[in-house]
């Protein structure tokens, strides 16, 4: 029987201001890994849809930030890889906010008092369509990349179950996108379901171990 990805049932979701603050936090980590990146001299057209600004001072869940040293020792394909993947959370955060848009986020640091979240039964939705998007993607990397996938049988059922799934990364469909941009929607995806995990279930610890696996049942 084919599998398809599961996402958790949640226990307790985090409340407003928790959310707020990793938000804050992931935007200042976003901040930090493009600024890390141009330094490195990375082509800019990498980067013309990264353009959240700096969002001041962090003074909550200060553990969430990037160590600054760590992050100047990174590659530029390291540098980059965290990045979508650091993007992937950040945007998602912001999802959780209503007409919040990434690249000119509201403040996080004091939010209105008309401000509200998604609902639960929305974000579960979000959860698993984002879940769904990554095996799809998982899959396409597999079979380009893995030069034994097309010799596991249980793997070629599973990805010609797949095709009936649509999967679009940056525009186009999974099947017609480049190597670059498969890797990057990937990072960027994992990044969203570690981030709506957190945000909706408080067993996940932030960036824990396990949550960017695609969980599968049968």
Known sequence: MMELPQC?????????????AAALASQANVVTLRVA????????????????????????????LLDR????G?????????????????????????????????DFHE??????TRCCADVMTKLEQVQRILWRIRLEMRI????????????????EDAQMERAVVYGHDVRMCDDQS?????????????ALRWASDDRWAWEGPGIMDVVLTR
């Not at 141009?38 to 962090?58: H, M």
């Not at 945007?91 to 007409?99: K, V």
């Open 8 to 20: 958790l049932s949640a226990l307790s979701p985090r409340s407003m201001d928790a959310i707020a």
């Open 182 to 194: 498969l890797f990057a929607g990937a990072c960027e995806h994992a990044g969203m379901l570690a």
């Open 144 to 159: 380009r990349f893995d030069k034994d996938a097309r010799r596991d049988p249980a793997f070629q059922r599973e990805f």
């Open 37 to 64: 990146l141009e330094r490195k001299q990375t082509i800019a057209a990498e980067l013309t849809d990264i353009r959240t600004p700096a969002p001041g001072a962090v003074t909550h869940s200060r553990e969430m």
């Open 74 to 106: 990174y590659s530029p394909e390291e540098a980059m890889m965290r990045l979508r993947q650091v993007w992937g959370e950040f945007c998602a955060l912001c999802w959780l906010f209503p007409f919040c848009d990434p690249q000119k986020p509201i």
């Open 111 to 116: 939010l209105s008092p008309a401000q509200t």
């Open 69 to 72: 040293e760590v992050v100047k």
